[in-house]
């Protein structure tokens, strides 16, 4: 998971956070709150390992799926949809069996024969990797994302900014990541997948950091809060539930 230890965070000559020490273990589904601008998201970044600190030391256990604000990554020329598959390894191996199916029908025998062979192997690995069932459930979120099947047979480059971070989330969401570092996920989500992402925060086993507006969410999911206080340059810690939080605090 995160074992975060001693972390000190500037900009410059401001000084973000100093002495900072938590962990987030499995099961830890963590509220991170504090005024804008105190500093929430480039502390996102850094225990993602997008940025550095200035000092401490942030150690990653097992995979880390992190979603910012303004998610770039991906391959332009990409298709969703095998963006979303290759959290798993899926997507590449998707459009290789595609190709080896076409092969295979060549007139060309020494092709059909190499293509046949390349198809059983892949088969293979597709199965190892979950097979069909996993395409099925990257399907089913992708669609409660509102991401619907002709959206996700386009480029990533024909996308608009709302649908690839969508895509994204989607691509986190499906990864079965050990922790779940999410900034702002309600953004661009309608009100049915707002309360679709609720329920599967509920139910997600790993760790999960969250940063939303979103005051329902926070409210139902959380059961940690991480409170950035500006003036103090650190961070209070709360292992308790939102409103237990909000009485705690006042």
């Known amino acids: 998971m995160l074992n975060v230890t001693d972390l000190e965070i500037r ?3 401001r000084l973000l956070m100093e002495g900072v020490n938590f962990r987030v273990d499995k099961g830890d589904k963590i509220g991170l709150v504090g005024r804008n601008g105190a500093g929430k998201t480039t502390l996102t970044k850094v225990l993602a390992g997008e940025t550095q600190p200035t000092g401490g030391n942030v150690q990653r256990i097992g995979e880390i799926g992190y979603l910012p604000q303004d998610p770039r990554s991906g391959d332009p020329e990409q298709l969703a949809r095998t963006r979303i598959l290759d959290a798993r390894g899926l997507g590449t191996i998707v459009l290789d ?3 080896a199916a076409i092969d295979m029908a060549s007139d060309v025998p020494s092709t059909a024969d190499a293509a046949m ?3 059983g192997s892949l088969t293979d690995r597709f199965t190892a990797l979950g097979g069909y069932a996993a395409e099925a459930e990257a399907a089913t979120i992708a669609s409660n994302l509102g991401l619907p099947d002709h959206i996700l047979a ?3 480059k024909t996308l608009s900014g709302g649908q690839r971070r969508r895509i994204e989330l989607a691509r986190i969401l499906f990864s079965d990541a050990d922790t779940m570092i999410l ?3 309600t953004n661009h989500l309608d009100a049915d997948s707002v309360v679709w992402l609720r329920e599967f925060l509920k139910g997600y086993r790993g760790g999960v950091i969250v940063i939303s507006h979103d005051v329902v969410l926070v409210e139902e999911t959380v059961n940690r809060v991480f409170y ?3 003036n103090r340059s650190c961070i209070d810690v709360y292992n308790m539930g939102w409103k237990h939080y909000l009485r705690q605090r006042s």
């Open 228 to 230: 950035l206080d500006a």
């Open 154 to 156: 386009q480029p990533l």
């Open 117 to 119: 062979r390349k198809y």
């Open 11 to 13: 900009i410059g000559a």
């Open 183 to 185: 900034d702002e996920p």
């Open 97 to 99: 069996l595609q190709k």
